[in-house]
């Protein structure tokens, strides 16, 4: 079973900075995308950014300009850098991981908090 583990979240000033880090139990490129996704209250669990097995980047029209996604597959680690944050952002962020052959395999991390709050 594939474990991913994140950490960084935590409370920021708006206008803020912080840098989420997603690990997983096994070698990332064996994923064909990895990604992060968010929920806030009482809202549906969104996506943030997803980078594929070669590198190629998404982001949600939310995140463009400010988020950046980025891998490390010597680490075995996805990381989310997020700039300007705004209370907007406050929710739960996910690591998701996606392995596609003949059939989808989906995971999911415990998840870690960011709230963007004076």
């Known amino acids: 079973q594939v474990q991913l583990v994140e950490s960084g979240g935590g409370l920021v000033q708006p206008g803020g900075s912080l840098k989420l880090a997603c690990a997983a139990s096994r070698d990332i490129i064996s994923f064909t995308v990895m990604g992060w996704y968010r929920q806030a209250p009482g809202k549906e669990r969104e996506l943030v950014a997803s980078i594929t097995r070669y590198g190629t980047a998404n982001y949600a029209d939310s995140a463009k300009g400010r988020f950046t996604i980025s891998k490390d597959n010597a680490e075995n680690t996805i990381s989310l850098q997020m700039n300007s944050l705004q209370p907007g952002d406050t929710a739960v962020y996910y690591c998701?991981?996606?392995?596609?052959?003949?059939?989808?395999?989906?995971?999911w991390g415990q998840g870690t908090q960011v709230t963007v709050s004076s």
């Open positions: 998701n991981a996606v392995h596609i052959t003949w059939k989808t395999d989906t995971y």
